[in-house]
């Protein structure tokens, strides 16, 4: 059950003073590219619950979103604000979603110290926001990526702890070699649906007994989907590839894409790079190659986002792609993903569009607050 979000009112969030408009008018200035909404582009809880209410799609099979980090910056707003507090502007959306998975992009420890590294960021995530996933609805997180192991293999044992306790299944990722490979399998309304995870780094993989991420090795992919279709009625894959701020996927990771799909995947959903890629329809089954980041605690300069939801029904999938804002250095936002509409969510849906040319005769309808998207089963 979600809980009522307790946020402060909408006037003291969006209204802001001069200076915040100056804040937001050098945004604009110094990152071009950035799409940044206006004041009325942000669609406050209120305002998207009634605009969901009024489809015909009442509920969604999965919610499959990007990086989700809630530590840094972001574990003061929960500390000031409450645990519902980062989510309560997408609540209306997820609560329509029988299952809700993303990629938890950074390890849960408290015991663990993050080690010594020569990367440009690691973190170190506060166990006890892990309330706050789940208090959102997710049921599921991905540990595929390349912070899995920023505190170490130990801290890979607290995250896969400390989701387990508060009810969320970990995938991508195990105590050991053997079981990182496990899927993530649930029953929803109507159908079961099955989650693998997978990243592509040895650096961080599982090793024997040794606890880590589950490698894409094609060996090992062929093997986990072929264990996975017969107990599930769809497969959804996550996967943490891609150069950031990259708009295309490279060819290697295109060529996985489609094999994943060759070998039972019924849809692919990537991040990493931290803003938007294509979104591809291989075998009438859809590949997205990066969602963008999500819920992060740093103060990301140029990130992007979307929400996509999926209906799997018995002859087609439909996909309803939500524009979602992420700059956090924009005080109106202030790490609360929100969803946009208007003048700025058409440019990011035409954005996406742009990049997508192959989608033809998939695309059932465009919105300024979704791209809706229906594609018939093979």
């Known amino acids: 059950m979600l809980n009522a979000p307790s946020v402060l009112s909408l006037s003291y969030r969006l209204n802001g003073s001069e200076e915040v408009q100056r804040h937001v008018a050098k945004i604009r200035e110094r990152f071009a590219e950035v799409i940044i909404p206006d004041d ?5 809880p209120d305002q998207l619950e009634l605009a969901l209410s009024s489809p015909t799609r009442t509920h969604y099979h999965l919610a499959a979103i990007g990086d989700v980090m809630t530590g840094m910056r972001m574990r003061h707003r929960i ?41 440009n960021h690691s973190y170190k995530v506060d166990p006890k926001s892990a309330s706050v996933l789940r208090r959102a609805g997710f049921a599921a997180m991905t540990i595929a990526n390349n912070h899995i192991q920023d505190c170490g293999r130990d801290g890979v044992i607290e995250t896969l702890d400390t989701l387990e306790q508060h009810h969320i299944r970990p995938y991508g990722g195990g105590r050991n070699q053997s079981v990182a490979h496990d899927p993530a399998i649930f029953d929803g309304t109507d159908i079961r649906v099955g989650l693998l995870g997978y990243y592509w780094n040895r650096r961080t993989a599982a090793h024997g007994d040794l606890p880590g991420s589950a490698q894409d090795l094609t060996e090992l992919v062929e093997r986990d989907l072929a264990r996975l279709r017969p107990l599930v009625d769809r497969i959804a894959v996550m996967v943490h590839w891609g150069v950031p701020y990259q708009r295309q996927p490279t060819e290697e990771d295109r060529m996985k894409a489609q094999l994943f799909i060759d070998l039972g995947a019924d849809a692919v959903i990537g991040h990493h790079p931290h803003i938007l890629q294509p979104v591809e329809i291989y075998k009438a089954r859809p590949i997205l190659y990066s969602v963008g980041n999500f819920a992060f605690g740093s103060g990301n300069s140029k990130g992007e986002s979307i929400l996509p939801c999926f209906h799997f029904g018995a002859r087609q999938i439909d996909l309803d792609i939500f524009p979602v804002y992420v700059q956090n250095r924009d005080p109106r936002l202030d790490y609360q993903p929100k969803i946009m509409g208007g003048a700025a ?34």
């Open 40 to 44: 009325g582009d942000l669609i406050c």
């Open 79 to 119: 500390r000031r604000f409450g645990p519902d507090y980062c989510f309560a502007w997408v609540r209306p959306i997820l609560s329509r979603c029988a299952l809700i998975t993303g990629n938890l992009e950074g390890p849960f420890s408290s015991d663990s110290e993050k080690e010594e590294t020569t990367r």
């Open 345 to 378: 969510g058409r440019a990011t849906i035409d954005r996406l569009l742009d990049l997508s040319p192959g989608l033809g005769g998939a695309i059932a309808d465009v919105q300024d607050r979704c791209l809706k998207l229906s594609i018939p089963s093979r």
